[in-house]
């Protein structure tokens, strides 16, 4: 069955997000009086039990449990606040939420930011740093010399090939790779962002296919999806084997642009050190569009 199926955001989608973030809490997060005490009812999950989070919410525990069952209607704005600050959830899980209950509507194609000038002019004024924007759906819309000479020809790419997860199918274990102890975490990474683009525009089957694809091939990607986490890391570390620098250990930085739903992701090395030499050899700024 696909990972991922477009054209809908369906009740399941936001039991399973419910569900998730339930068992994601854990008892000695609360006041002890919010928490059913010790008993012959022993924990079978390290979270919370469903009667505790509908008593936090205010609602009643047959609702909550319809609700986590897929079987109760859509919850009013009033009943996802009270969900969300009973389960603990960031500003970004009560959005997920708000739109997994249909509260906000789903965005289009037209949403989709354009490149501004001035975006395009900070990439290229970022050199010698590599750098590139991407959209909701990982596409590389965007870049500077310095990451088509770190990373691939971008221009050389089809468009559709264009995007963070297909290259890193191409290109994992090849050009980059992850330090001890971070493997898995870009597969993460992108769960987050598509799982919270994927709220935001259910019927393109374009990201629905980009899933299932990735999915197929990497089981951490399927792991972080089935989390419903939204949280993507700011920062994650990389190693990078250059076929003309040489091997180079990388922070792979990414940043909202604001006023767009465009992301900027920035490659930098700590100064002083021989990647920081390596990323100056790719070459001066670009000349401003």
């Known amino acids: 069955m696909p990972l991922c199926q477009p054209a809908r955001v369906s009740r399941a989608e936001l039991a399973d997000f419910l569900r998730r973030r339930r068992e994601a809490l854990r008892p000695a997060q609360l006041p002890a009086t919010a928490v059913h005490p010790p008993g012959p009812r022993a924990r079978r999950t390290p979270g919370l039990r469903r009667e505790e989070v509908a008593a936090l919410a205010g609602v009643s525990t047959s609702y909550y449990e319809r609700l986590e069952q897929a079987r109760a209607p859509r919850p009013s704005p009033q009943v996802l606040s009270a969900l969300g600050t009973a389960l603990r959830l960031t500003d970004t899980e009560r959005e997920h939420l708000a739109r997994l209950a249909g509260q906000i509507p789903p965005s289009t194609d037209a949403d989709r930011t354009p490149v501004p000038a001035d975006a395009r002019r900070l990439l290229h004024r970022l050199g010698p740093f590599p750098a590139y924007l991407v959209n909701d759906l990982e596409d590389i819309v965007a870049w500077n010399s310095a990451a088509a000479a770190l990373i691939i020809d971008f221009a050389q790419l089809p468009a559709h090939e264009r995007n963070t997860v297909r290259l890193a199918i191409r290109l994992g274990g090849t050009l980059c790779s992850a330090p001890v102890g971070a493997e898995g975490d870009f597969a993460r990474q992108s769960a987050a962002h598509l799982r919270a683009a994927g709220a935001r525009h259910p019927a393109d089957r374009a990201l629905g296919e980009l899933v299932n694809e990735y999915a197929a091939h990497n089981p951490d990607f399927v792991a972080g999806w089935r989390s419903h986490d939204v949280h993507p890391r700011p920062t994650l570390r990389k190693r990078l084997r250059h076929p003309e620098l040489g091997e180079l250990e990388l922070d792979r930085q990414t940043l909202l642009m604001p006023g767009?739903?465009?992301?900027?992701?920035?490659?930098?090395?700590?100064?002083?050190?021989?990647?920081?030499?390596?990323?100056?050899k790719l070459g001066p700024p670009d000349a401003t569009p």
Not at 260 to 280: H, M, N, Q, W
Request: proline share 10%; hydrophobic share 50%; glycine share 4%.
């Open 260 to 280: 767009t739903s465009l992301r900027l992701v920035l490659y930098t090395a700590d100064p002083g050190s021989p990647s920081a030499a390596a990323l100056a």
